[in-house]
């Protein structure tokens, strides 16, 4: 994949390229993270739901 957007650089303008460099770029690194923590989107939401209809009344 390299070699190929080496070659591409060098021939095509780089709204034709870039993107496949990009894709290169993501295909390469490690986008996993590890487990952490006991936070919740969800619970965040539903405190802050909670918090906003008290301080209404």
Request: hydrophobic letters at 45%; glycine letters at 4%; a positive charge.
């Amino acid at each position: 994949m390299r070699t190929l957007t080496a070659t591409l650089r060098l021939l095509w303008p780089e709204r034709i390229y870039g993107p496949l460099q990009f894709l290169q770029a993501v295909m390469t690194a490690d986008m996993v993270a590890p487990r952490v923590g006991e936070d919740h989107l969800a619970d965040f939401f539903q405190r802050e739901h909670a918090r906003q209809t008290t301080a209404v009344r």
